[in-house]
């Protein structure tokens, strides 16, 4: 895969993970020993905490999501 078409995909999927809104939890470190990692943060957008699996479209979040790029 290029950059690029790295960079189409995130926009698609608009996960937190990518979206400039989110400010990681660092006092939280992913949840392991499940199927996923789920990670903590705060969406600066919305003023909430937002939780979230690296790498999945995330539905709830198709009208929220700005990439940080």
Same mark, same amino acid.
């Given at each position: 895969?290029?950059?690029?078409?790295?960079?189409?995909?995130?926009?698609?999927?608009?996960?937190?993970?990518?979206? @400039? %809104?989110?400010?990681?939890?660092?006092?939280? *470190?992913?949840?392991?020993?499940?199927?996923?990692?789920?990670?903590?943060? !705060?969406?600066? @957008? %919305?003023?909430?905490?937002?939780?979230?699996? *690296?790498?999945?479209?995330?539905?709830?979040?198709?009208?929220?999501?700005? !990439?940080?790029?």
């Amino acid at each position: 895969m290029t950059k690029e078409s790295i960079y189409e995909l995130q926009k698609i999927d608009c996960n937190c993970n990518n979206c @400039k %809104f989110m400010e990681r939890d660092l006092s939280k *470190p992913p949840t392991k020993g499940r199927a996923a990692k789920i990670n903590y943060g !705060h969406c600066k @957008k %919305f003023d909430k905490p937002v939780t979230f699996i *690296p790498s999945i479209c995330q539905l709830d979040t198709q009208e929220c999501f700005e !990439h940080r790029k």
